[in-house]
């Protein structure tokens, strides 16, 4: 199995974008503060603390292993040490990456959606690589959740996600049609729609009330197209890998994940949505590294009980996939805005995870990185956690985005003083 | 062997029977009934611990037993009876009750929760994504419907993915449902296009595809040379025309024949050239004959002459040419025509033949007949080039070029199997010479008149049968009132109140005043109706479940699809629940024509939607094709396609032959090819043996009792899945065992795990290490039922084979267990033999996931007595599977909402 394509790699950097729209309006906005994107991405199993955390504290630290492949943008990150949410340990424990201390609380990306992404054409996109297709479990392998703490599905194609920002519709009236006459319609599909719950019995009552909730919401994306509906949509000679059909089996997460960051990359270029959230997984994946094929699945690697042999093989996925992370900065310091400012200047980038040693199912002191989004970079800040909680750095980001908000979780008292 | 069968194993065996044979109890046991009040026992022996301060493993029993109407206090209870009846609570070192005081305590509980659970409690769900698909496809006769790649997948929710609590409804859901709604109403009501302009495409020779020699170009003109029977090597179309109207196009085609030498090898007919239709979705293999003629032009001029004809070409077609009836045929399967034509001209020209002895034979590395043949070297031009330098040679070898050489025989065969290549160097012998037939031209014309399409025609039959033909009625609002009054109670499966049809008609006619077309009107009203709940929703009900449910909760059971117009009609006549006193026992109520719909409706196939749905998720099959076992295993994705199969294969055969319970764990026979079992599972029957090249056929496959394999445990599949392709995983499977063969699920590990950090330095084999991190009491206590059953299965690797020893090691599995009731057991057949004494258990948990996936919940405490029964009196009246399979439907669990 090949691991990185360079035919594909150079087609994404090279890739290019057509926005006549805001071309024309560059002259006329001032360059604001506020980044306008936030991405988030997971990993399920957490990185090798040991080989992610410098030795040292500060700027000039030496460079960890796993950092290595993203070493030469060192100046636009920051690695935080000791930040947890003091959640409960387990297995469960990487769901609570976005959420806090309480799994399935309302998380981190959709807070700054419901805040800032209402009149983008995506609000917020949630996508996946690895695992398996339709999880089990109570939470079934989903990070994002609503206000009403309803778990989000995710996106594992990348075709999927590329045909819904690129595929303009060409029949722009047809288009408006169809918004409209459905918006109108809608009413008299509410209003059967509760005269059919006055008359079932109160625990379908209740179950109705889901429905009701998602078509006021449905009502209003609507409104937006109709909105936007002559706003130019966003071409591209970007193309997928024609393979014919997607890399969504998880041993083929390595093919999967460098696509999902083009796509991101893309995303933010054309700022087709203000916040995504990617998750690694890595449930029933074994890999091929550099023609090597590794022994153990990854699952069992992160169980590696501190046996050197587990543990290297370990590294040399965890660094597989932070050579795709590096790609992505790159891509993102490549491209420029329309003012001609690097795209990560206005992207803020969180990379972590909800696993603080999966060896152990340990959630505390949990691996977090975050890039961009014109913070001033460059350090390895060290937090002692009877001070700090990764909650606290959480609210620091969201009022970078430009949130308000002083509390999330268990954190009300945020980094603001110490990342700026 | 089975030894050691402990008191505690007997006790619940006799308290089991107690129960089930005790009638309910019409008022609520008291202490007078009992002698002592429960609560004292209670206070006793359990308070202790669990009480609201101490509130051991988070329970607190203190005075709850007044409270029956809380759903937690009932979820509690049934918690608790099973550790009181199975004697691990109270904990073996505390104060025991004597056997009365448990028997007793156990009796009151049991009394208690089935009077105070009842019947029914499915939530209202909406349709799954695979009921979504079969209903839009059984609804609106599109047999081909699929929901779109990347709309979400359901949640699981004890085990099923169509489960009232799984089926939520999300924006991003409801908003998936509005674009496949859109979608749907295109095909149904796909948008009128304007009529397309006439105009005139002018086809020149390199417009013309001319690959695999079909044709090339001589002159200007596109020369045919022979014909096929598949339209590539023998037919040429237009590189770059799609037809995109469908219509009458006038065809103008300029062609010419190419007849240089004498006539002594021209066919004694004109040539034909024929025009046929391609669709170009079918592919270039096809043959020719499947592809619809147009016409057949006459062709016997040797200057060029213009044939015009009329025809019909439909949307997504392009035309194609093909010469019926040249001298040279090859290309496909079989060249048996040009061995034919090839001995023709080697009769008549003895250089000719040596010539293509020289550059064909000398070209055959092996001197094995017609095999490791170099053809890549002679194909086409550059084969024709070689033969004609052999031919112009002066000192060409000669002395073979006799007809009963074996030179001869030989270069003939060749010519026959390997014709793809060679007739293709043969071909430039007539491009060059003729006889050929030369196209210069095609005009197309049109569309000259619009004509309805296949396509169309579907279309407008399916618009018939869902929205009635045209013109039936006068008025626009009277000919939608009857539509509504037919569509309406098909997609909303029941019937409807005529305020509901006034508020789609309001949508309609508002619709319509605003100057839309009929059609945008029914578009409209199709969109709409796919987003109504009473469309997304199943059971919405106010009361019990009526004859229309009824009928839907046993059609998408059984068929994972709507009613049929059968069980509609029952339901329409209130006949569905119909119920007469049984024969045998006129006390008891017989369902029978639910008896007859649900045998009618039982699948019998192994690709029916309910075996491949149900035994994906019951045994995790689903997960099949995401595990790609190591190399080392020498297992490939047939095998997966073959272990996938068998399990499918066998539960419906089970189901169909009627087998007793027990063949689930013991049984002599599978289904999978010779080979597989031979691979996988060591097992050789005589009679395939026999048959050469019978080792891949797919058959039942006979297997002795009480043997390693046989059944749902050591079947690759479920092997396969409870691993992970690389290592085998006891803990995993023994959750497996526990979850689906005995119907004992545990419960997720506890939220304040201390991190581990075991040392497992001594630790050598799996179960070493597995006990090492599970000497902590709390680990223990789920683990000491897990783990046994998943070292037992140890002996099967990652994808089923039996092995004797642990993976690089030299040790012997110790695949012995001792069992939750104190049985030991040494290796997988004790257990199997366990589970056939105790088969109940199996029987019950198999009935209890029935029950989930065909009602969406999980049955409630006097429910599971209910299906305890049956199974009970299946095994005792010594039926089979399909039997507890239609008892099971006619429960009153299945019958209540």
Redesign the interface.
Known sequence: MKTTNRRRFLASTMATIGLPALETFAGNIKPTAKPKTFVAIGSFFGWYRKEFYPKEVGKNYTIPKIIMPIAKHRDDFTIFSGLDHRA????FGWVNFLCGKNLGDYSLDQRIADQVGQKSRFPSLQLAVGG???????I?GKTSF?KQK????M?R?P??LY?QLFVSESDKE?AEY?LR??K???D??L???K??QR???K??RI??D??F???R??EK?LNQKIASVHDAIAQTDYRLPDSGS?PI???MMMEAAPLMYDLMALAIQTESAPVMSLMLNGL?A?FTIDDV?L???Y??LSHH?NKPEMIRDLLKIECELMKHFNHFLTDLKEKKDAQGNPLLDSTVVLLGTGMG?AS???N?NLPTLVAGGGFDHGSHVSLDPNEYLLGDLYITLMNKMGVKANSFSNASRSLNEIFV | MIRNIPLACVLILTLCLAFQSAPAESAVPNEKTLGVHPQETLNKYCVECHDAKVKKGGLDLDSKLNDWDSPTNLKLWEKVLPVVLDGSMPPAKKLQPSDTERKMLAKWLDSSLRENTSFGGTLARRLSKEEYRNTIRSLFDLPEYQIPLGFPDDSIRHGFDNTGEGLIMSPTLLAGYLKVANQVADELIPLKKKAEESSIRVLKPDDMVANYAAAAMYHNALRFASSGRQIMRSCSWPKQMTVTSSGIYKLTVRASSFLPRSRNLMPKEPMLLELRARDLAVGEREMIHRFRLLKTISVSSESPKDVSFEAELYEGETILVYWNNSPLRYGGGNNKDLGKQVRKRFEKDKRFLAAWQKVVLENSHDPKEGTLFNYGDLRGMSGWEQFKKAFQDENLDMSHATMDSVQTKKLIALFVSQGNVLGEAFAYDYYEKGPALDLHEIRVEGPLRSVDGPKDKEVKERQRLLFGGPNEVPSKEERITNLLGNLLPRLFRKPVESRTIEVYLKMATEHWSMGHSYESGLHLLIRSILISPRFLYRSLNDGPMDDYDLAARLSYFLTQAPPDKILVDLARRGRLSAARPSKSDPTKMEYWVLRREAKRLIPTSPSARLVQSFTSQWLGTKQLGSIMPDPVFNFTADDLDLAKREVEYFFTEMLKANHPMTDFIDPDFTFTTPAFAKKIYQVENDKTKAKKDSGNKFQKITLARDGRYGGLLGMSAVMTTTANGVDTQPVLRGVWVLENILGMPVPPPPDDIPALTPDTRAAKTPRELLAAHTKEKSCMSCHRKIDPLGFVLEHFDPVGRWRDKWPDSETIIDASATLQDGTKVTDVIELKRWMLINIDLFSRCLAVKLIIYATGREPSYIEVKEIEDLVKSNRENKHGFQDLFVDLILSETFRSK
């Open positions: 409960k340990n387990g297995h398996v297709e339709n999880e089990g479990g109570s079934g609503t309803i778990p989000l599905p996106m194609r075709s999927v045909s047809r169809i006459s459905g109108s319609s809608l008299y599909v209003d059967d729609a005269h059919l008359n079932v019995s625990a379908d179950k109705l889901e429905y909730h998602s078509i919401s449905v994306r997607d089996s998880s041993s029933g074994v094929p022994k153990v699945g699952h069992s009980g040693d152990r199912h340990a505390d």
